[in-house]
């Protein structure tokens, strides 16, 4: 795994957290939600890579 990837998914969850703040004091809820619901899927879209390679790491370990 890279480490870029990890770095990328802080800088995402930083910058959600500072939207979502900002938008909820300004009394934007929905959006606050929104917010983080997008952020929540581009990391998703990231790691799912790395899931999809850790499941056939698992499948080819376990195949005689």
């Known amino acids: 795994m890279e480490v870029g990837i990890i770095f ?3 800088a995402v ?3 959600v957290s500072v939207l ?3 938008l909820k ?3 934007r809820e929905e959006q606050a939600f929104l917010t983080s619901l ?3 899927i581009v ?3 990231w790691v799912l ?3 999809y390679e ?3 790491t698992i499948k080819k370990l376990f195949s005689f």
Do not use: R, T
């Open 25 to 27: 004091h300004s009394g």
């Open 38 to 40: 997008a952020g929540l």
């Open 49 to 51: 890579p790395y899931i």
């Open 43 to 45: 990391v998703l879209f």
């Open 13 to 15: 969850g930083i910058l």
């Open 20 to 22: 979502g703040q900002v």
């Open 8 to 10: 990328k998914i802080g």
């Open 54 to 56: 850790l499941f056939e």
